[in-house]
């Protein structure tokens, strides 16, 4: 009768990679939904050169600068195209390049942030410490930063808006908006859904939540 096989001759499962750390983390996740509010890169008439695999399209430049600056920190090289399209109406994207030797590294660090983020926004925050309270808030004022720059906006008199195609991105946005003490509605759209602020105090404070701080002087030793 044969043996049984041991454990030891069992093949292994892959091991989990190890979960970021809270500034790697922070960055990350930024990269993630400021990805998640564009829609995929695709050929659009009359604007030159179709965009490659691996790029990220921006209308904004602040959305674009802000990518890059992100993914310095990261220390993934990228690559800062501006192209301009239309006829009549003349607009220019920003299209972020990063290079093919580097992308998949970039995919599984923006992948594993985006994972790890949502997951300890939508998670349950029951006996969470300070720190790390302090970092859910800080992942939430930076889900928001991302939308306000590159997301779809929707302002009407009496509410801020975002369009978003990205369903998961809309309940981050949303329970995000908590976090910061203001509450969110979510609507659909024509083709896509709608978060929204009302507009006076709550559209203030989310704004000044996912407002950058100001650069802080190197202090001198």
């Given at each position: 009768?044969a043996?049984?096989?041991?454990?030891?001759?069992?093949?292994?499962?892959?091991?989990?990679p190890?979960?970021?750390?809270?500034?790697?983390?922070?960055?990350?996740?930024?990269?993630?939904?400021?990805v998640?509010?564009?829609p995929?890169?695709t050929?659009?008439?009359?604007?030159?050169?179709?965009?490659?695999?691996?790029?990220?399209?921006?209308?904004?430049?602040?959305?674009?600068?802000r990518?890059?600056?992100?993914?310095?920190?990261?220390?993934?090289?990228?690559e800062?195209?501006?192209?301009?399209?239309?006829?009549?109406?003349?607009?220019?994207?920003?299209?972020?390049?990063?290079?093919?030797?580097?992308?998949?590294?970039?995919?599984?660090?923006?992948?594993?942030?985006?994972?790890?983020?949502r997951?300890?926004?939508l998670?349950?925050a029951?006996?969470s410490?300070?720190?790390?309270?302090a970092?859910?808030t800080?992942?939430?004022?930076?889900?928001?930063?991302?939308?306000?720059?590159?997301?779809?906006?929707h302002?009407?008199?009496?509410?801020?808006?975002?369009?978003?195609?990205?369903?998961?991105?809309a309940?981050v946005l949303?329970?995000?908006?908590?976090?910061?003490e203001?509450?969110?509605?979510?609507?659909?759209g024509?083709g896509?859904?709608?978060?929204?602020?009302a507009d006076g105090p709550?559209?203030?404070?989310?704004?000044?939540?996912?407002?950058?701080?100001?650069?802080?002087?190197p202090?001198?030793?």
């Amino acid at each position: 009768m044969a043996s049984e096989p041991r454990l030891l001759d069992r093949p292994r499962l892959p091991s989990s990679p190890p979960p970021l750390d809270w500034l790697t983390l922070a960055d990350a996740f930024e990269v993630a939904c400021l990805v998640r509010c564009t829609p995929a890169p695709t050929a659009r008439p009359h604007v030159p050169t179709p965009p490659e695999r691996g790029a990220v399209e921006f209308n904004r430049e602040d959305a674009a600068l802000r990518m890059r600056q992100l993914l310095a920190r990261l220390d993934v090289p990228v690559e800062h195209e501006v192209v301009t399209g239309g006829l009549r109406r003349r607009y220019e994207l920003h299209r972020l390049h990063v290079p093919a030797g580097h992308r998949a590294g970039f995919t599984q660090l923006r992948e594993a942030g985006w994972r790890q983020g949502r997951r300890e926004l939508l998670g349950p925050a029951v006996g969470s410490s300070t720190p790390r309270a302090a970092w859910r808030t800080r992942l939430a004022s930076a889900a928001w930063r991302s939308a306000l720059l590159a997301g779809g906006r929707h302002v009407r008199r009496h509410i801020l808006g975002i369009r978003l195609a990205d369903r998961e991105l809309a309940a981050v946005l949303i329970r995000s908006a908590a976090l910061l003490e203001v509450p969110a509605l979510l609507r659909p759209g024509a083709g896509c859904l709608v978060v929204s602020v009302a507009d006076g105090p709550d559209r203030l404070r989310i704004m000044e939540r996912a407002a950058l701080a100001p650069a802080r002087t190197p202090t001198l030793v």
